[in-house]
């Protein structure tokens, strides 16, 4: 069951690689982005490139090498680790650091506010619950 929730996070990773490409479209970054400075905007870019080129890797990771997370290894304790941690800091970041009235009285920033919050949450359980296997079989 773990190894195919693992494979679902990595599914759920090539969509937000989509997600992203289209958020920069829906948003009109290029617009957005052309009242700050040539180097916030170039910064902007290439960390949004990063961050799809990272959410590509993990998810490549999670769907085709789920195993790899799963066995028990000092590689896979290091990497289910890491990645429970940084998508529970995502999860509270939705909740804690994006400003409520983007979604409060929004019916569609609501709701991808909510999808959003169960997308993280399964992210951060799914890596948890492979940590502690990593955990387990270690000792």
Same mark, same amino acid.
């Given at each position: 069951?773990?190894?195919?929730?693992?494979? +679902?996070?990595?599914?759920?990773?090539?969509?937000?690689?989509?997600?992203?490409? $289209?958020?920069?479209?829906?948003?009109?970054?290029?617009? $957005?982005?052309?009242?700050?400075?040539?180097?916030?905007?170039?910064?902007?870019?290439?960390?949004?490139?990063? +961050?799809?080129?990272?959410?590509?890797?993990?998810?490549?990771?999670?769907?085709?090498?789920?195993?790899?997370?799963? $066995?028990?290894?000092?590689?896979?304790?290091?990497?289910?680790?890491?990645?429970?941690?940084?998508?529970?800091?995502?999860?509270?970041?939705?909740?804690?650091?994006?400003?409520?009235?983007?979604?409060?009285?929004?019916?569609?920033?609501?709701?991808?506010? +909510?999808?959003?919050?169960?997308?993280?949450?399964?992210?951060?359980?799914?890596?948890?619950?492979?940590?502690?296997?990593?955990?387990?079989?270690?000792?």
């Amino acid at each position: 069951m773990l190894k195919l929730c693992l494979q +679902i996070v990595g599914v759920l990773m090539f969509a937000l690689v989509l997600v992203n490409v $289209e958020a920069a479209r829906r948003l009109k970054w290029r617009d $957005e982005l052309q009242k700050v400075s040539l180097l916030t905007r170039q910064v902007f870019f290439v960390h949004m490139g990063f +961050i799809i080129l990272l959410l590509a890797m993990f998810g490549a990771l999670s769907l085709f090498f789920a195993n790899a997370l799963i $066995e028990q290894s000092l590689a896979g304790r290091v990497l289910t680790d890491g990645l429970a941690l940084f998508w529970t800091v995502r999860l509270f970041t939705q909740w804690f650091v994006y400003d409520r009235k983007l979604w409060i009285g929004h019916r569609f920033n609501t709701s991808v506010h +909510i999808l959003f919050t169960g997308v993280w949450g399964f992210f951060a359980g799914t890596y948890g619950a492979a940590f502690v296997q990593q955990l387990r079989a270690a000792s």
